[in-house]
């Protein structure tokens, strides 16, 4: 069976500066803990704004779960990425602690979007849960050494009876959390990445 490539492209989509900065990120994800199929190439014919886009999904192999995006957008000669927005693939500058933005070769721009993307890989995010009755209603993504949150979710029909209520009255929109009604999570999963110990060490 063939292997398959991170950040795969077919040839005719991609200019040779494209090529140039795609072949470098390939080549760094071969050390990275994903799986190629995560890791992908939008050509800029196929882009809102006629840029390159790359993108890598992050998620949580214990539960098959999305958890942020990130990404970067390349033009030829400059780069700008960090967390993407999981549908229209826009840079959202609010939600990331990952910015990049950089001028240079395709090479030099294809190893500063790896930097930046090695940088996320290695931060600790958690998972929260919150059960009853042996089930999860609610869980929320976030990193562990900042608490910023990167995904979460609510649902109502296992949640209790009194906090469903609670939060309906309150007018708390399907799939989003407040973790002041919620009170401390049942369980607290390292999810990828460094753990917290050992990430601060490591930057210490």
Same mark, same amino acid.
């Given at each position: 069976m063939d292997e398959?490539?991170?950040?795969?492209?077919?040839?005719?989509?991609?200019?040779?500066?494209?090529?140039?900065?795609?072949?470098?990120?390939?080549?760094?994800?071969?050390?990275?803990?994903? %799986?190629?199929?995560?890791?992908?190439?939008?050509?800029?014919?196929?882009?809102?704004?006629?840029?390159?886009?790359?993108y890598l999904d992050i998620g949580d192999p214990q539960r098959n779960q999305g958890v942020l995006t990130v990404g970067a957008h390349f033009d030829g000669c400059f780069?700008?990425?960090?967390?993407? %927005?999981?549908?229209?693939?826009?840079?959202?500058?609010?939600?990331?602690?990952?910015?990049?933005?950089?001028?240079?070769?395709?090479?030099?721009?294809?190893?500063?979007a790896a930097d930046g993307f090695e940088a996320v890989l290695a931060r600790p995010p958690v998972r929260w849960e919150w059960h009853h009755e042996g089930r999860m209603y609610a869980v929320r993504y976030q990193y562990a050494d900042t608490g910023r949150g990167l995904s979460e979710g609510f649902e109502d029909s296992p949640a209790p009876d009194a906090l469903r209520k609670?939060?309906?009255?309150?007018?708390?929109?399907?799939?989003?959390?407040?973790?002041?009604?919620?009170?401390?999570?049942?369980v607290i999963a390292h999810v990828r990445g460094v753990r917290l110990d050992q990430w601060v060490r490591g930057t210490s």
């Open positions: 398959i490539p991170w950040f795969e492209y077919d040839e005719d989509d991609l200019d040779v500066a494209q090529r140039a900065f795609v072949d470098v990120l390939a080549d760094r994800a071969g050390t990275w803990l994903v %799986h190629p199929l995560d890791t992908v190439v939008l050509p800029s014919t196929s882009t809102s704004d006629g840029r390159l886009i790359v780069v700008r990425g960090g967390q993407l %927005h999981n549908q229209d693939f826009a840079v959202q500058q609010a939600a990331s602690e990952f910015i990049l933005g950089a001028a240079g070769s395709p090479a030099e721009l294809g190893n500063r609670r939060l309906a009255a309150d007018g708390m929109s399907r799939g989003r959390i407040n973790r002041a009604d919620l009170g401390q999570p049942d």
